[in-house]
T-cell receptor
Framework: GAGVSQSPRYKVAKRGQDVALRCDPI?????LFWYQQALGQGPEFLTY????????KSGLPSDRFFAERPEGSVSTLKIQRTQQEDSAVYLC??????????FGPGTRLTVT | DQQVKQNSPSLSVQEGRISILNCDYT??????FLWYKKYPAEGPTFLIS?????DKNEDGRFTVFLNKSAKHLSLHIVPSQPGDSAVYFC?????????????FGTGTRLQVTL
């Protein structure tokens, strides 16, 4: 079956621009997670949705980061006024239960 | 403060031999552990997991061992194959009744040589 998909796969933004990253989870998966992976590091948690409810946003690094999942399926991670330190791979994962999460290919964001 | 640590950034193993990847954790609230494999330009792929009520879980060539008292887990791959060359991430979670975020280590790059 179809896995988690993310778009765009690559995004180059000039410092100060706003970006929107999209995640299509596996159909029927209730839980959706966003992670940020810096070069040479493991993924770090950003935020978690159960259906349309954002239950945990403790990992969002600043108020420039905003995520939504209005209909409990597709999710968008928005970064306003991008900074160079926002350059990273943004990974989306979904799960049907409390344990294993299935990841998309990620969006590589480069802020110049 | 790194709660999940993979102290070996890289490992090289000959094809057919055993690969052993190690992971240590500090948070005693973690009760579920997972290994993910990652190829370049792809997302992490779930490999195998273990609950804290077990000390071993096996799936084909992959076995994960958990030593709770030492807060240590390891992934054994036997026999190693060239297609196993990838970055391996250890991850941990503590369930609170609903899905739980994963805390990852920094990864170990495994190279399986011919």
């Amino acid at each position: 079956g179809a896995g988690v998909s993310q778009s765009p796969r690559y995004k180059v933004a000039k410092r100060g621009q706003d970006v929107a990253l999209r995640c299509d989870p596996i159909s029927g998966h209730v839980s959706l997670f966003w992670y940020q992976q810096a070069l040479g590091q493991g993924p770090e948690f950003l935020t978690y949705f159960q259906n349309e409810a954002q239950l945990d946003k403790s990992g969002l690094p600043s108020d420039r980061f905003f995520a939504e999942r209005p209909e409990g399926s597709v999710s968008t991670l928005k970064i306003q006024r991008t900074q160079q330190e926002d350059s990273a791979v943004y990974l989306c994962a979904s799960s049907s239960g409390p344990r294993e999460q299935y990841f998309g290919p990620g969006t590589r964001l480069t802020v110049t | 403060d790194q709660q999940v640590k993979q102290n070996s950034p890289s490992l090289s193993v000959q094809e057919g031999r055993i690969s052993i990847l190690n992971c240590d954790y500090t948070n005693s609230m973690f009760d579920y552990f997972l290994w993910y494999k990652k190829y370049p330009a792809e997302g992490p792929t779930f490999l195998i997991s273990i609950s804290s009520i077990k000390d071993k879980n096996e799936d084909g060539r992959f076995t994960v061992f958990l030593n709770k008292s030492a807060k240590h887990l390891s992934l054994h791959i036997v026999p190693s194959q060239p297609g196993d060359s990838a970055v391996y991430f250890c991850a941990a979670s503590g369930v609170t009744g609903t899905a739980s975020k994963l805390t990852f280590g920094t990864g170990t790059r495994l190279q399986v040589t011919l």
